[in-house]
């Protein structure tokens, strides 16, 4: 485990400049799975995730030579943002190397705190590995984002304050990448609170700790494809599945269309919003994936909030679709003067209203004569639509639907 002192030195290192974040109760989350759940939210943190505590932490146990060489770090996003924070607050020289994917915004999300970034490699691992070499070529500090000793007590944090605001969790949900949360605030609980279970969630698309931990050795995964970039972690650490073998009771997974699900979720019904990693824990609580807590009082750690506004914008619409409020159809129509109009009148008669509507009259598939009318509705759910198709058939017009 993380030494607990470790935990309460970092603690007290970070007071003050890291925000305290809320730890709530979570109603409507609570009704619809059946438990008493609270939410602590590092979304709300200055930089958007909790990933500051321990990139501070380090900072502040640098000596003042070490701070002299600068830092560098290989980050997805949150990571890079603390340490950048972290060593303007110290003013230091800081570099961040980034993968070639990684979204604008947490590119100018880290430049913002005056952080020199290089993108390279097409995933975590890859720019961890140039960063590695880029560092010790140029004297500069490596702050790693999971396997350093200091990152994992600043992480910890966390847990105290989960601790000292509610002592009695029968479990704490937490995601897991590379595992450096889970590790530092793993090692806390036990210490302070041994019958809270400690449950960590990964994504479906980045396996390498969970298939690690049930084999208890390490294995890595040969690519990561998930939404939840926060945790997308290729290659397994020795330090922190060791923690995690030691600390943690058990990991569950949770594949991108349920972390979609959990993330409009918490948008719509807690007014929060959190990016794919961040709504992990929350997906494993909606989709059954910890049935056996029912009944029982459960924190939840909403690790980061620095969500893609374009992928947002996707699963805001996917969401739409599923849940009966959006209904996209293409109709064929008789190209004639007043089919069209007919159409809409028989939609406004339901109710629908149309947002976007598209008229194609010379695709390659349709008989001469005919038009496809591709229209996008608003619909007040699964019976409303069921109406809008029965409609459709009852007046003979060939119709799809995408879903």
């Known amino acids: 485990m993380?030494?607990?002192?470790?935990?309460?030195?970092?603690?007290?290192?970070?007071?003050?400049?890291?925000?305290?974040?809320?730890?709530?109760?979570?109603?409507?989350?609570?009704?619809?799975?059946?438990?008493?759940?609270?939410?602590?939210?590092?979304?709300?943190?200055?930089?958007?995730?909790?990933?500051?505590?321990?990139?501070?932490?380090?900072?502040?146990?640098?000596?003042?030579?070490?701070?002299?060489?600068?830092?560098?770090?290989?980050s997805a996003g949150n990571h890079a943002q603390g340490v950048a924070m972290a060593a303007q607050m110290f003013g230091i020289k800081a570099l961040i190397v980034m993968?070639?994917?990684?979204?604008?915004?947490?590119?100018?999300?880290?430049?913002?705190?005056g952080a020199e970034v290089i993108l390279a490699g097409s995933n975590y691992d890859e720019a961890y590995a140039y960063a590695s070499t880029y560092g010790s070529e140029n004297g500069l500090v490596f702050v790693h984002p999971f396997t350093d000793t200091a990152v994992m007590?600043?992480?910890?944090?966390?847990?105290?304050?989960?601790?000292?605001?509610?002592?009695?969790?029968?479990?704490?949900?937490?995601?897991?990448?590379?595992?450096?949360?889970?590790?530092?605030?793993?090692?806390?609980?036990?210490?302070?609170?041994?019958?809270?279970e400690v449950i960590g969630v990964s994504a479906l698309g980045a396996p390498a700790m969970k298939e690690s931990f049930e084999a208890k050795k390490a294995?890595?995964?040969?690519s990561v494809r998930t939404?939840?970039?926060?945790?997308?972690?290729?290659?397994?650490?020795?330090?922190?599945?060791?923690?995690?073998?030691?600390?943690?009771?058990?990991?569950?997974?949770?594949?991108?269309?349920?972390i979609a699900n959990a993330i409009l979720f918490l948008l719509e019904r807690q007014k929060l919003v959190v990016e794919g990693a961040g709504?992990?824990?929350?997906?494993?609580?909606?989709?059954?994936?910890?049935?056996?807590?029912?009944?029982?009082k459960v924190g939840v750690v909403l690790s980061g909030g620095n969500m893609d506004v374009t992928l947002l914008s996707i699963i805001i619409e996917k969401g739409l679709i599923k849940s009966g409020r959006k209904m996209k159809l293409t109709v064929t129509l008789v190209d004639k003067p007043g089919a069209l109009m007919?159409?809409?009148?028989?939609?406004?008669?339901?109710?629908?209203?149309?947002?976007?509507?598209?008229?194609?009259?010379?695709?390659?598939?349709?008989?001469?004569?005919?038009?496809?009318?591709m229209i996008h509705l608003e619909t007040k759910g699964e019976e409303h639509q069921s109406q809008i198709r029965a409609l459709l058939k009852e007046h003979r017009y060939l119709s799809s639907e995408e879903h």
């Open 99 to 113: 993968p070639e994917s990684t979204p604008l915004t947490k590119i100018n999300g880290v430049r913002y705190y």
């Open 153 to 196: 007590a600043g992480q910890g944090t966390i847990a105290l304050e989960m601790i000292d605001s509610m002592s009695d969790l029968d479990a704490v949900i937490i995601p897991v990448g590379g595992g450096g949360l889970i590790s530092g605030m793993a090692s806390a609980f036990k210490a302070l609170s041994p019958k809270t």
């Open 2 to 74: 993380v030494d607990l002192e470790t935990i309460y030195q970092a603690h007290e290192r970070i007071r003050g400049t890291v925000v305290e974040t809320p730890f709530a109760y979570a109603p409507r989350l609570s009704e619809q799975c059946g438990a008493e759940i609270y939410l602590k939210k590092e979304n709300l943190q200055v930089t958007g995730a909790f990933k500051i505590r321990g990139a501070y932490n380090k900072i502040a146990s640098l000596s003042d030579a070490e701070r002299v060489c600068g830092v560098i770090a290989a």
């Open 342 to 373: 007919k159409l809409t009148e028989m939609l406004q008669g339901l109710n629908a209203n149309i947002v976007h509507i598209d008229y194609d009259r010379t695709s390659t598939t349709l008989a001469y004569g005919d038009a496809n009318v």
């Open 279 to 296: 709504a992990v824990g929350v997906a494993a609580l909606l989709h059954d994936k910890l049935s056996d807590l029912k009944g029982k």
């Open 227 to 258: 939404i939840a970039d926060g945790i997308a972690v290729r290659d397994t650490s020795e330090i922190t599945l060791g923690h995690i073998i030691e600390c943690v009771d058990r990991i569950v997974s949770v594949d991108d269309e349920e």
């Open 219 to 222: 294995i890595d995964s040969t």
